[in-house]
């Protein structure tokens, strides 16, 4: 791959990543506070549908496209390890592959997953609420600041 393509996807993968990082950084700081101060039955519910919404193409294109450009781009580094920017790059592709899509595979999914086996209105979501809000947050923020870190990783992996 010419330098110039490998410039070009890296570019793509700081504006992947850094997308990414928005969405999850909204949701840290305002959209699951405001969830969290709803009766329970409607931020359950709330969230329920935000969940359907969420994996519909438009926001997995851009998760699931950094995802793999993500991967491309850490093993065409580690093939080349070009002059400048390698590690950097290596750096911003662990830091989304692990931090942003392996703790929502591991994290956040599995806690959705159970949340939309519930009845909103019903007394275990009303008893699981405040432990999806604070589980899903808590881990929220270390995919935000994973994603925020591979987007700065990458800009760092351009300027070599």
Do not use: K
């Not at 990082?21 to 329920?48: K, N, Y």
Request: glycine residues 12%; positive net charge; charged residues 10%.
């Amino acid at each position: 791959m010419g330098d110039g393509a490998y410039a070009v996807l890296t570019a793509l993968g700081g504006l992947g990543t850094g997308l990414v990082a928005g969405v999850f950084c909204a949701f840290s700081t305002f959209v699951m506070r405001g969830l969290a101060v709803l009766p329970a039955a409607r931020g359950v519910a709330a969230m329920q549908a935000i969940n359907v919404a969420a994996v519909r193409p438009p926001f997995m294109a851009v998760f699931l496209g950094t995802t793999a450009l993500s991967a491309v781009l850490t093993v065409v580094t580690l093939v080349r390890w070009p002059d400048e920017g390698a590690v950097a790059s290596v750096v911003g592709g662990v830091l989304f592959l692990c931090g942003s899509f392996g703790l929502t595979v591991a994290a956040n999914v599995p806690r959705n997953e159970r949340l939309a086996r519930l009845d909103a209105g019903g007394e275990a979501a009303a008893a699981y609420w405040p432990e999806y809000v604070r589980g899903w947050t808590r881990w929220n923020h270390v995919r935000a600041v994973a994603s925020a870190g591979a987007a700065l990783a990458y800009l760092l992996a351009l300027t070599g």
